[in-house]
């Protein structure tokens, strides 16, 4: 009678410690359900990942900002409003500050080369106070920008003197002054219209955003540049994932870090690919091809890139160290 006693109770308490760590965790979007991250980056990694975890432990995509909007990401998953959450890390200019690193132009053509910077810094601790908050699911980039005009064809920095362009984030903006145009920020669902009625020339973005947003009809002309890229993350609540249980942290760590970012990035620049292909055979879409000297041009229109965003940096001595490092695995 007492060891049925004390099985029970056993029973209950593993039950008990069971429900206590099932639960389902959030994952939030800025992107609407139907976005290139949302449906083709973090849903698919949450099918992937929930059979493996214990019963009743799940995770849930909340998409179209449901939980936030897009700047309030970082904080919104810090905080535990969300357990994990798509981060843009700069549209939080100061909290991610090596993380920009990648929007220095010509760093970056391919999402797998900004990816591979990216998480090597990581590796080698250069970022390790900016996610000190965080459980890193993935760190990546964006391939190369490009740009997408509504009136005529850039080839030339001079092609842009005078003209409002959507700006990817603040130091975009400083790109844009280096090349005499003005950055105008923008959400995404906004720039189509802003294109349409004129309160912007052109945009810089990547093909799959020209896709979804179908600025075909209001952009016709695709440089392909490269112009700066942006740093994306999949980040999680440190403490969300320390509520996990042992096995569940075991099948968690096993689909993040740089595995999972590689994997991101191969999605991100096939889809790049297969969507300028697409575009490349649309007549009504116009792509500016650079020869050598009309690079050389850009080059030199933005030699001082580097040196500005060090000086934006408040540890100028760390900042450097990164970019050299940073352009060292870039000529790899």
Known sequence: MIKTILKTAVATLLL??????????????FEPAQGFYSSKILQVWIDEINPKLSDGTNFKLYPGS?????????????????????????????????????????????????????????????????????KIIALFSTPGYRFFMADKPVTTP????????????????????????????LPAPQVYESLERGVVQGAVWVMDAYRTFRLNEVAPYITSTHFTASPLAILMNKASYEALSDADKKVLDEMSGRATAEW?????????????????????????????????A???????????????QPDAASAQAVLDRATELSAQ
Request: aromatic share 6%.
């Open 16 to 29: 008990g410690a069971s429900i206590a760590e099932a639960r389902e965790l959030r994952v939030s979007s």
């Open 66 to 134: 449901i939980i936030g909007k897009p700047p309030a990401q970082a904080e919104l998953v810090k905080a535990g409003v969300a357990d994990v959450a798509f981060v843009v890390p700069t549209y939080t200019p100061g909290l991610f500050p090596m993380t920009g690193v990648v929007e220095i132009p010509g760093l970056v053509e391919t999402s797998a080369e900004g990816t591979n910077i990216l998480n090597t810094l990581l590796e080698e601790g250069a970022m390790d106070v900016e996610y000190a908050d965080y």
């Open 158 to 185: 001079a092609d842009l003197d005078g003209l409002k362009l959507r700006t990817p984030s603040k130091f975009g903006s400083k790109l844009f002054d280096m090349v005499g145009a003005s950055g105008v920020g």
């Open 264 to 296: 991101v990035a191969s999605v991100v620049d096939k889809t790049d690919v297969e969507v300028e292909a697409a575009f490349r055979e649309n007549e009504q879409v116009t792509f500016v091809d650079l020869d050598g000297e009309a690079k050389a």
């Open 298 to 312: 850009w080059d030199a229109a933005l030699a001082g890139a580097p040196a500005a965003w060090v000086a934006e």
